[in-house]
């Protein structure tokens, strides 16, 4: 069965792969963006976004030279930010050290800041033909099922057991980077996780859980942690078309994106009077007129329901307005280039556009 798994795979590959722009290029830097852009991210809703990257910065050399805001604000909608400014700080380092050349090994990728096994290994193999294999989600379940493998994904004993079986696996491959290409193809539109495709399937006859009948039952994960539900009150100062935000600064969710003055709650609050301002802000809030009820909006992540309730406080022009410190006055033209959080896009889209 493990000879024949690759050749199977490769030769259903090339009847049901779909045209994929980063399917197209050997060059590691494309190859490297379309992968973390697709990291948590659906084909669908990564492939835009691929395409206006590689539209803005064709080259490593121009990713290193970009603008972080502006950056930030293409990948606006991804989330995850970090993976946004590791992206900016590898392609730096690539850049000024490596003079924008990607180690052409599995071992000189992995040795690179924010690159990770499953990284390097995509990029080893597609762009320089390594033959090393790659695992993510897809190829978990993948060799779960077929090889009936009941070990909990999530601990390191079973990372170790898949390694070393898909380092076997990629062995007989006519052409490794088909086959793992190929592996997570299938994972994506044949061996989906809820209801895979095992009627057609060219590996059904060897397919442990098709066999057993336990495709919904592999691959075995340990139940995610539970979704926290936090409440950000947002209170909006708009003075002569301006509104006050300022960068978010703290190891927090969206660090260096743009928000409004922010106070967060355990439970659901109704009324601005109960938002604790200081008492500055309070004085300010006092000579302006709440406009409107407050919008509620609503943001999932992947371990926390973001509830957020904007409320808007118009500002007289007489009124002069002491800014904490790090908030500024921005005209709505300025908020349109600063990256901020999908909810206060959102919010700035269906209530002030
Ligand atoms: S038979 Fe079903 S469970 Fe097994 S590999 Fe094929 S699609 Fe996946």
Not at 39 to 52: D, F, H, I, K, S
Not at 154 to 159: H, P, Q
Not at 216 to 245: D, H, I, S, T
Request: charged content about 20%; some cysteine; glycine content about 6%.
């Amino acid at each position: 069965m493990k000879a024949a798994f690759a050749p199977t795979l490769e030769g259903w590959y090339e009847r049901h792969r779909r045209d994929l722009p980063w399917r197209h290029t050997r060059d590691p830097y494309r190859i490297w963006l379309s992968e973390v852009i697709l990291q948590q991210t659906r084909v669908a809703q990564g492939r835009p976004y691929y395409e206006r990257f590689v539209e803005a910065y064709p080259t490593v050399t121009d990713l290193a030279l970009a603008d972080e805001r502006e950056l930030l604000r293409l990948w606006q909608g991804l989330g995850y930010y970090s993976r946004a400014r590791n992206l900016h700080q590898t392609a730096r380092y690539i850049t000024e050290q490596l003079n924008a050349e990607f180690p052409a090994t599995f071992d000189g990728l992995l040795s690179l800041k924010g690159i990770g096994v499953y990284t390097a290994a995509a990029v080893a193999s597609f762009a320089f033909g390594e033959r090393v294999p790659v695992v993510d989600g897809n190829v978990y379940r993948v060799l779960a099922r077929v090889f009936g493998i009941t070990e909990d994904i999530t601990t390191t004993g079973a990372k170790k057991t898949f390694a070393k079986l898909a380092s076997e696996l990629i062995q007989p491959a006519s052409d490794p980077a088909t086959y793992n290409q190929a592996i997570m193809e299938f994972g994506a539109i044949q061996c989906t996780p809820v209801s895979p495709d095992c009627l057609l399937c060219p590996l059904q006859q060897s397919c442990n859980a098709y066999q057993t009948g336990r495709q919904q039952r592999l691959p075995v994960k340990a139940k995610k942690e539970p979704v926290r539900n936090r409440y950000f009150n947002y209170l909006v100062l708009r003075q002569n078309g301006k509104l006050v935000m300022r960068e978010r600064t703290a190891r927090d969710i969206w660090q260096n994106l743009y928000d409004f003055w922010l106070v967060e709650t355990d439970e659901p609050i109704t009324a601005l009077t109960d938002l604790n301002l200081p008492d500055e802000l309070a004085k300010l809030v006092q000579q302006g007129r709440l406009t409107g009820n407050p919008v509620p909006l609503t943001q999932l992540l992947s371990h926390q329901r973001i509830r957020g309730q904007f409320f808007l406080v118009d500002l007289p022009d007489t009124v002069s307005m002491p800014l904490p410190t790090g908030f500024g006055q921005y005209s709505m033209d300025e908020i349109n280039q600063l990256p901020k959080p999908v909810l206060v896009t959102t919010y700035l889209n269906e209530w002030l556009g």
